[in-house]
């Protein structure tokens, strides 16, 4: 149980450019998921925090009109890099806190596999 | 606010030998310290985590660690090595016991097994 999905798995794409990606709790339902990013050699840094239904809560330092997060369902939570840049080039990981269940702890993230963005 | 900070991108160590990957906190409150790993391709797995109930946390994989207050200090070791233990470990600090608000990592070390 407590497996976090992430599409696409790395995606390539021009300047100017929009890019969606997508974050999936498969076997359990979360409330919350969050967005990180990690780059070379660094942290992975909280970007957001998302609840199902609502307005995602973004760190400080973080665009909210460039990367918007979206909740609609207890499964599914994307990341859209809107207008992306060469800067925005980075490894993109969300995790999820379960909502409770089988082998699922409502005080634990599951982490997906991570996004890898290159912007050209 | 808090911080980890993990001594060593890369450690290497030789199959059977002991591994000893170094974390250090700093925390203005009692903080929840977390080991995590990631296997390439894969996302972080939980190793382990000090919770306050005890000193010296068992995980999984025969991974363990000690918090010392004193050192602030939140080592990871293992007696032995295997080839599978070779992966990406980050230590992590935060407000909630389980982890599951806010995580602040470290910058991580990636540790080789060699034969």
């Known amino acids: 149980g407590a497996v976090v999905s992430q599409h696409p798995s790395w995606v390539i794409c021009k300047s100017g450019t929009s890019v969606k990606i997508e974050c999936r709790s498969l076997d359990f339902q979360a409330t919350t998921m969050f967005w990180y990013r990690q780059f070379p050699k660094q942290s992975l840094m909280l970007m957001a925090t998302?609840?199902?239904?609502?307005?995602?809560?973004?760190e400080q330092g973080v665009e909210k009109d460039k990367f918007l997060i979206n909740h609609a369902s207890l499964t599914l939570s994307t990341l859209t890099v809107t207008s992306a840049h060469p800067e925005d080039s980075s490894f993109y990981i969300c995790s999820a806190r379960g909502g409770g269940g089988k082998e699922v702890r409502t005080d634990t993230q599951y982490f997906g596999p991570g996004t890898r963005l290159t912007v050209l | 606010a808090q911080s980890v900070t993990q001594l060593g991108s890369h450690v290497s160590v030789s199959e059977g030998a002991l591994v000893l990957l170094r974390c250090n906190y700093s925390s203005s409150v009692p903080p929840y310290l977390f080991w995590y790993v990631q296997y390439p391709n894969q996302g972080l797995q939980l190793l382990l985590k000090y919770t306050s109930a005890a000193t010296l946390v068992k995980g999984i994989n025969g991974f363990e660690a000690e918090f010392k207050k004193s050192e602030t200090s939140f080592h990871l070791t293992k007696p032995s090595a295997h080839m599978s233990d070779a992966a990406e470990y980050f230590c992590a600090v935060s407000e909630s016991p389980g982890g599951g608000n806010k995580l602040t990592f470290g910058t991580g070390t990636q540790l080789k097994v060699e034969l």
């Open positions: 998302s609840n199902e239904g609502s307005k995602a809560t973004y």
